[in-house]
């Protein structure tokens, strides 16, 4: 015990020795959270649509109003105008040049509304609207059909009483606005969170490797488990003030809301935290200096935490093998509570199963660290 | 007997151990027999015998790249030889890890000391990792206080005058009371004139009853040494007393004694 604790009070002294490193690891976290929170974001905004209005009625019009009040898109409109001939002439070209634009990714959808739209309507004959989306990004194309949808069944409905036999009410439980901020940021506050924890470990006994210090370690009476947890334990402290701060900065500038207990929060992040810092007491023992320790780190905890979490790609659209490996990366189980926490406000016994595989990765690490390091001291190849 | 010590071996606490090892003083205190180290197909040493002799000062000597590094992080259980065997007072380094850990004290040219820690801190460290007891630790930082200015106590270690850094790194190695000392090229970038202050603290452990092997590529160095082993190339070119060696080669220094072992290299 006492052994443990001479290692422990000596890392603490390190760490407060060595402020530039600290600076870094708040600093890196809060850089990244801010860029990825305004990039990474599915919402679409001013998507470019152009309305060729053939009809040229109050009510085409109104349609196009109704499009351009939607702050979701930018409105090029069309209006044909001149006589017959001209402009039967004039809206082959429209379509055209339309359909040039899209090619060219100057609008990514346009509508045409026909030439007797209104005088249809009046007579309660249904009349066809034309919409044409780029498909080139599906995501996008899937989310402009929504969009779109919805604008048409305002208009629509309201108007003219058109008969249902029933009414489909959808309601968004737990993210209303269906807006994807709220998605995406205990996405990237998991991930960074086990980044930040595994680079703080990562890097302590790799130092002692370079500066030739391991050596008085090794021959020192300390025995594996020692040396592995005292430089764990401290580590600990400054992760959950990291953590903390990741959380209040998202809060404060991406409005995330945690709606279950803040208990249930800080007892599962301690546990997350574990796994991150054993990740990279591990990658510590493994690599031969600073540079490949923090290298392996920051990717080997960064790409897997973002794509094979369900932080972006869900995981049921993963391959098997890839699925499969998910249920390995500690971010999914994280990602699983942090969303349940901020969006439904779920309790701790929803996550028993989470917070026991996020305990069970961290103690196997851990094990697998000691074990790593005995066999380094004893065989120093 | 061998069983008793078998188990105290598996237990890594602090070895009770005062003036001689029971059942072990007719060992000597190291003994080297056809040790080899292969880097790769580079023999760093190759097939070398010794035996050092309790409470004697053995000054290891070689050009750098000689293989001195390399035979004493095999005697401390760091490196494992290729072939052959290291003794610590009879018991085999590799099988005795833990035993040895508590036999040996070690201090390397690399590092000795945490730069960032003070050397009251150091100290510290260093008595907590062996074992001391908190009361213990705070003894030796006020026999070291009493060593070095007591000013100098709280001061990082990499602030401290490379004389003084010395003294407290070789206090630091000895604060389990070690019976052998390894001091690896521990004079280097110290001042000659401290080199001297230095050896008396030598002398003053081998009164003591210590084994030191001290290397070095300060050839000067040598005379304070009861017996020298010059090593060069991985192999052993002489071991004995000084005066030998000059009578033996005909040689008046060691320098000429070196030049003729690699007449194009450096000694």
Redesign the interface.
């Known amino acids: 015990m006492?052994?443990l604790?001479?290692?422990i009070?000596?890392e603490f002294?390190?760490i407060r020795?060595?402020p530039r490193s600290l600076v870094i690891i708040f600093a890196l976290p809060l850089v990244m959270i801010f860029i990825f929170g305004h990039v990474l974001s599915f919402d679409l905004k001013k998507i470019e649509t152009l309305i060729i209005d053939l009809d040229r009625s109050p009510l085409s019009r109104d349609l196009i109003t109704r499009f351009a009040a939607a702050p979701l898109y930018k409105i090029y409109s069309l209006e044909n105008q001149g006589h017959a001939e001209k402009r039967a002439a004039a809206a082959q070209d429209y379509l055209q040049s339309a359909e040039r634009w899209l090619r060219q990714g100057k609008i990514k959808q346009y509508l045409i509304i026909p030439r007797d739209f209104s005088r249809r309507l009046a007579a309660n004959f249904p009349s066809p609207v034309a919409v044409v989306i780029d498909g080139a990004d599906a995501n996008v194309a899937t989310r402009l059909y929504q969009y779109n949808e919805r604008i048409f069944k305002s208009f629509f409905f309201p108007t003219k009483s058109i008969e249902m036999p029933f009414e489909v009410k959808i309601k968004m439980f737990f993210n209303p606005e269906i807006a994807s901020t709220p998605f995406i940021i205990p996405g990237l506050v998991a991930a960074l969170m086990l980044m930040i924890s595994a680079l703080l470990t990562s890097l302590s006994l790799a130092r002692e490797k370079e500066?030739?210090?391991i050596?008085?370690?090794?021959?020192?009476?300390?025995?594996s488990p020692?040396i592995i947890l005292g430089k764990t334990i401290p580590y600990l402290l400054v992760a959950l003030i990291v953590g903390l701060v990741i959380f209040l900065f998202s809060h404060f500038f991406f409005g995330l809301q945690v709606h279950g207990s803040p208990l249930v929060l800080f007892l599962t992040a301690v546990i997350y935290i574990l796994t991150g810092l054993s990740l990279g007491i591990l990658i510590s023992t493994v690599a031969p200096t600073q540079k490949v320790a923090m290298l392996v780190a920051l990717l080997g905890t960064i790409l897997p935490s973002i794509f094979l979490s369900g932080f972006i790609f869900p995981l049921e659209s993963l391959s098997p093998a890839l699925r499969a490996f998910s249920y390995l990366v500690p971010a999914t189980y994280f990602l699983r509570i942090l969303r349940s926490l901020t969006l439904k406000g779920a309790s701790l016994r929803h996550f028993l199963f989470e917070a026991s595989v996020l305990l069970a990765i961290s103690l196997f690490l851990l094990a697998l660290a000691i074990r790593k390091f005995s066999t380094l001291r004893?065989?120093?190849? | 007997m061998k069983n008793l010590l078998r188990k105290n071996s598996e237990q890594p606490g602090r070895f009770a151990f005062s003036g001689i090892s029971p059942g072990r003083e007719n060992q000597p205190a190291i003994e080297v027999k056809n040790l080899t180290r292969y880097y790769g197909s580079f023999a760093a040493v190759n097939q070398i015998n010794f035996a050092i002799n309790r409470a004697e000062i053995v000054a290891f000597l070689g050009p750098n790249g000689a293989g001195k590094t390399t035979t004493i992080k095999m005697l401390t259980g760091l490196l494992r030889p290729t072939s052959g065997q290291a003794l610590i007072l009879g018991y085999d380094v590799l099988k005795n890890l833990n035993l040895i850990k508590n036999l040996i004290g070690y201090m390397s040219q690399r590092f000795s000391l945490y730069p960032l820690l003070t050397a009251a801190e150091n100290i510290e460290f260093f008595g907590g990792i062996v074992g001391l007891h908190p009361r213990e630790i705070r003894a030796k930082i006020k026999e070291l206080a009493a060593i070095i200015s007591p000013h100098f106590l709280h001061q990082k270690a990499q602030d401290l005058p490379s004389g003084i850094r010395q003294e407290v790194a070789l206090f630091a190695s000895l604060l389990h009371d070690p019976e052998i000392i390894f001091l690896d090229e521990p004079t280097s970038g110290v001042a000659p004139e401290r080199r001297r202050e230095f050896w008396m603290k030598i002398y003053e452990l081998k009164r003591r009853g210590k084994t030191l092997l001290v290397s070095t590529h300060n050839l000067d160095e040598a005379e304070y040494a009861d017996r020298v082993i010059i090593i060069h190339e991985g192999q052993i070119r002489f071991q004995g007393e000084l005066a030998i060696l000059f009578c033996q080669e005909g040689v008046n220094t060691l320098e000429e004694f070196f030049r003729r072992l690699s007449p194009y290299g450096t000694a």
């Open positions: 006492e052994r604790k001479a290692v009070v000596k002294i390190h020795r060595d500066t030739g210090s050596e008085l370690l090794f021959i020192s009476p300390l025995r020692d004893r065989a120093s190849a």
